[in-house]
């Protein structure tokens, strides 16, 4: 079983930065690729970025630029660090993992808010 505990969340202006943390538990982490989703009121939920075990990375077309995830496979983390935050980012933010044998997230965190003011 994988437990999966974000943190980091909070109240911005634009333009600031936020760096949200995922403590991954219960598995071998570097067996795992590890995402950042979010889900805004009214919308789908959307893949934000994701990483690999060795360090291969994805970022959406909308936070490209601005968004770098990351992961300490030593302390089974993984972060996203958001720069020149937009009203738009406001969204419920979600850490998951997926085996690296499977194409489907299968676990998640409880959800971190990102709430960024104009």
């Known amino acids: 079983q994988v437990e999966l505990a974000e943190s980091g969340g909070g109240l911005v202006q634009a333009g600031d930065s936020l760096r949200l943390s995922c403590a991954f538990l219960g598995r071998t982490f570097s067996a795992y690729v590890m995402g950042w989703f979010r889900q805004a009121p009214g919308k789908e939920r959307e893949l934000v970025a994701e990483i690999t075990s060795g360090g291969s990375t994805y970022d959406a077309d909308s936070v490209k630029g601005r968004f770098t995830i990351s992961r300490d496979n030593a302390k089974n983390v993984v972060y996203l660090q958001m720069n020149s935050l937009k009203p738009e980012d406001t969204a419920t933010y979600y850490c998951?993992?997926?085996?690296?044998?499977?194409?489907?997230?299968?676990?998640w965190g409880q959800g971190t808010q990102v709430t960024v003011s104009s």
């Open positions: 998951a993992s997926k085996h690296i044998s499977t194409a489907t997230y299968a676990y």
